[in-house]
């Protein structure tokens, strides 16, 4: 069992920047592929990012590459999603999700994700 915890989420500018944190509880939180994933108002839930055990490997949506940033702490038990160059378009609820099992283009869908946090609200003014 796995619980995720996000943290950073507020209201910015468009052009502004934004750093949001996932803490994971347990002891083997390096052996997850942890993602990031966003739901607009009156949309989908859709792919942001992810990263791979060790950290060596990413993926991202043609949407945010180039202006957003996955990251990991595996001793700190944490997953970091820098945010820069933020757009209107960007708003939504970011959720941070855990899996130990996606590979390639599986870690893009939401489905292939065990464990989720509640999410944190990201705001872009324009």
Known sequence: QVQLVESGGGLV???????????ASGRTFNTYVMGWFRQAPGKEREFVTAILRSGGGTYYADAVKGRF?????????????????????????????A?????????????????????TQVTVSS
């Open 13 to 23: 500018q468009a052009g502004g920047s934004l750093r949001l944190s996932c803490a």
């Open 69 to 97: 940033t996955i990251s990991r702490d595996n001793a700190k038990n944490t997953v970091y999603l820098q945010m820069n160059s933020l757009k209107p378009e960007d708003t939504a609820v970011y959720y941070c999700a």
């Open 99 to 119: 899996d130990k099992f996606c590979a390639g283009y599986l870690c893009y869908d939401e489905g292939s994700y065990e464990y989720w946090g509640q999410g």
